[in-house]
Structure formats: structure tokens, C-alpha cells
């Protein structure tokens, strides 16, 4: 554990602000693309077990 938070230490240590400022950027872009994919997948799914759901005697 100690050996893993010495390597985050050194790696804040190099990068400068903004360059980590871009990677949470990207960071927060593919987590809101990831969640609005997933959500309509879901969706989509949910319509499609109802139309056949309804669609059973």
C-alpha cells in the first residue's frame, strides 16, 4: 500500500495542475457518456421486455 502511494506522490509530483485539470476533463466526459449509454440501453431493453410482455396471452 505504501509503495502505491508513493507512485500517486511522484505522479502529481511531475504532472502539472493542468494537465491533471484535462485529465478529470476527460475523465468526467467518458463518465457522463458511459451513464447516458447505459441509461439508454436500459430504456430501450425496459420498452422492449414490456411490448413482449403484452404481447403474451
Same mark, same amino acid.
Given at each position: #500500500?505504501?509503495?502505491?502511494?508513493?507512485?500517486?506522490?511522484?505522479?502529481?509530483?511531475?504532472?502539472?495542475?493542468?494537465? #491533471?485539470?484535462?485529465?478529470?476533463?476527460?475523465?468526467?466526459?467518458?463518465?457522463?457518456?458511459?451513464?447516458?449509454?447505459?441509461?439508454?440501453?436500459?430504456?430501450?431493453?425496459?420498452?422492449?421486455?414490456?411490448?413482449?410482455?403484452?404481447?403474451?396471452?
Amino acid at each position: #500500500m505504501a509503495k502505491l502511494l508513493l507512485s500517486v506522490r511522484q505522479f502529481l509530483a511531475r504532472e502539472s495542475g493542468h494537465a #491533471m485539470v484535462e485529465y478529470l476533463f476527460m475523465l468526467s466526459l467518458i463518465l457522463v457518456a458511459a451513464i447516458l449509454g447505459i441509461k439508454l440501453v436500459g430504456t430501450t431493453a425496459l420498452d422492449l421486455f414490456e411490448t413482449s410482455r403484452d404481447a403474451l396471452p
